[in-house]
Nanobody, 129 residues
């Protein structure tokens, strides 16, 4: 079992930056690929970003490419999502997710929710206009 706990959400203004974190425990973190997803009210949970187990590769949704950066610190068992130039449409609950997958590159469909076995409880990010 892997336990995931997100933190760092909050209320910011459009154009601001925010970093959310996800702390993992329970298994060897460096064996897991990690993803960030988000869910806005009344909408499906959608893919935001993913990172391979050794941070050798990263992947982004088109809507956040160039604004968001996913990173990880395997020594701290933590994955981060740095969000810059935030927009009101980025408002959502942000979830981190883990998949046992030890590889430099991700060859599964990293944008598919069903690929990830473990999920956190989410952290709210609200961007005001």
């Amino acid at each position: 079992q892997v336990q995931l706990v997100e933190s760092g959400g909050g209320l910011v203004q459009a154009g601001d930056s925010l970093r959310v974190s996800c702390a993992a425990s329970g298994r060897t973190f460096s064996n897991y690929a990690m993803g960030w997803f988000r869910q806005a009210p009344g909408k499906e949970r959608e893919f935001v970003a993913a990172i391979s187990s050794n941070a050798g590769s990263t992947y982004y949704a088109e809507s956040v490419k160039g604004r968001f950066t996913i990173s990880r610190d395997n020594a701290k068992n933590t994955v981060y999502l740095q969000m810059n130039s935030l927009k009101p449409e980025d408002t959502a609950v942000y979830y981190c997710a883990a998949k046992y997958y030890s590889s430099t590159y991700i060859y599964y469909d990293y944008s598919r929710k069903g690929e990830y076995a473990y999920w956190g409880q989410g952290t709210q990010v609200t961007v005001s206009s």
